[in-house]
């Protein structure tokens, strides 16, 4: 018996909800070849519903058990227009898509995320809001993931210390689920497992380069006279 378990993770260029297709196939292939994992629930964090959907299509032959975290009712946030001009927009599951979810057994949980913190407790938003910005050092998609299993785990719909895989528009995750009373906690903590794939520039979370920055290799000449000391 060997205490080595070797797995690939699958990389992207950029971050973004372009690569959600590819999530789903590197899920997928995983589910094919893994037995253990295929009988997790998958958490699947969604603004508008696509991943869901998209999820059951593409996984049905697997009878996935899907949850789909999104954002409180009421939520907005600013897109751009048709002219280019940023409006404030609202953030919703279309009544079709839920009763296509109802139909087929998805959930839905709709609430306040996790580390969007209280109105009024300043510090306790600014903790908060730094272990968003540490998770986020592997991908903003990486905070969403960490916080849709909080949630489902806060709304009964999977259990402490159960193995789940988690999906956003640009990451999946294999994650032992806590709530978000004791997710840093040793004996019932939060853990992510396995990254099974990920964006490898983060092309929306940190600014890019203006200019390209020198390497150690050139800061020196590349040919120096070199001058000998006389012998003493």
Request: include cysteine; charged fraction near 30%; glycine fraction near 8%.
């Amino acid at each position: 018996m060997t205490d080595k378990v070797t797995f690939g993770i699958s990389y992207f260029e950029q971050e973004g909800r372009h690569n959600l297709p590819e999530v789903l196939n590197r899920v997928k292939s995983a589910f094919g070849k893994r037995e253990d994992i295929r009988a997790c629930k998958i958490i699947i964090f969604t603004a508008l519903g696509e991943g869901p959907a998209l999820a059951y299509n593409k996984l049905k032959e697997y009878d996935p058990k899907i949850i789909a975290v999104t954002f409180p009712p009421g939520y907005s946030a600013k897109r751009k227009n048709d002219e280019g001009l940023e409006v404030e927009t609202p953030i919703f599951i279309s009544e079709r898509l839920r009763k296509f979810f109802d139909g087929v057994g998805i959930r839905v949980l709709s609430a306040k995320l996790p580390f969007d913190g209280f109105d009024g407790a300043d510090s306790v938003k600014q903790q908060l809001k730094l272990i968003k910005d540490v998770l986020s050092l592997f991908a903003g998609g990486f905070s969403l993931c960490v916080q849709a299993v909080l949630q489902a785990c806060d709304m009964g719909a999977v259990n402490i210390g159960e193995k789940v895989v988690v999906i956003t528009g640009d990451c999946a995750a294999l994650v032992t689920a806590s709530n978000t009373t004791k997710f840093l906690t040793y004996d019932e903590g939060l853990s992510i497992n396995e990254i099974l794939c990920k964006p490898r520039n983060l092309s929306v979370t940190r600014k890019r380069a203006k200019k390209r920055i020198k390497t150690s290799g050139e800061l020196f000449p590349e040919k120096r006279e070199i001058k000998l000391l006389p012998p003493t």
